[in-house]
């Protein structure tokens, strides 16, 4: 089973500044997807961003960006011009690309806190 | 529907009884998963459906756990006989079924187990 670590429980960021949420990984797997999912205290979990493993180039989605290091089996979220609306907790997940398998792996989580 | 669905949003039970947990998943979806977050943790998973069939439900943790799902939609979580290590969020979602980096598994908001 593939193990999924994020070592920071709780974050706090001021308003308009950046964070960024650290996640490492285990896989003997070459190709594999990742992702960081929000979780609001409603508990609806919304995806933010993914990342394939065989792409090279870190994925982007507006404010949000990850730094993917493959090698090092580390895949970070940074959030910038934090928003009020970013507070919530944070996961990090990874799926593995074989068929019959489509089940997420989460980390702990991170719990954001964006100071007004 | 508009998105993934689950009943009820919250539920108390007492020791020893049985419970449902019921998923209804985004319409045209045929995978259906099953995860549990329980207080402070992260994700585990439970169950994964593919149609009505349930090629991975090694996530169960006992026998006292089961799913079905009908017509491929709806799908019903029974926990029996609960004890209280079973209170948690238990939260369903469903993808398209593919196993693409774009099948994104889409989550309900979860509903909440509290056994006394």
């Known amino acids: 089973a593939q193990t999924v670590t994020q070592s920071q429980p709780e974050m706090s960021v001021q308003e308009a500044e950046t964070v960024t949420l650290s996640c490492t990984y285990d896989t003997s797997e070459n190709n594999y997807y990742l992702f960081w999912y929000k979780q609001p205290p409603s508990r609806q979990m919304i995806l933010v961003i993914r990342?394939?493993?065989?792409?090279?180039q870190n994925a982007t989605e507006n404010r949000f960006s990850v730094n993917f290091q493959k090698a090092a089996k580390s895949f970070s979220l940074k959030i910038s011009d934090s928003q009020l609306g970013d507070t919530a907790m944070y996961f990090c997940?990874?799926?593995?690309?074989?068929?019959?398998?489509?089940?997420?792996?989460f980390g702990a989580g991170t719990t954001v806190t964006v100071r007004a | 529907g508009a998105g993934v669905s689950q009943s009820p949003s919250n539920k108390v039970t007492e020791k020893g009884k049985d419970v449902e947990l019921r998923c209804d998943p985004i319409?045209?979806?045929?995978?259906l998963y099953w995860y549990r977050q329980s207080l402070g943790q992260g994700l585990e998973f439970l169950i994964y459906?593919?149609?009505?069939?349930?090629?991975?439900k090694s996530g169960l943790p006992s026998d006292r756990f089961s799913a079905e799902r009908t017509g491929g939609s709806v799908s019903t979580l029974t926990i029996q006989r609960t004890q209280q290590e079973d209170s948690a969020v238990y939260l369903c979602?469903?993808?398209?079924?593919?196993?693409?980096?774009?099948?994104?598994?889409?989550f309900g908001p979860g509903t909440r187990l509290t056994v006394l």
């Open positions: 997940a990874f799926r593995r690309v074989f068929s019959n398998d489509y089940k997420l792996s």
């Open positions: 990342q394939e493993a065989y792409k090279q």
């Open positions: 319409s045209g979806h045929t995978a």
């Open positions: 979602a469903s993808s398209t079924g593919l196993a693409l980096p774009t099948d994104t598994q889409y």
């Open positions: 459906f593919q149609g009505n069939s349930a090629p991975d």
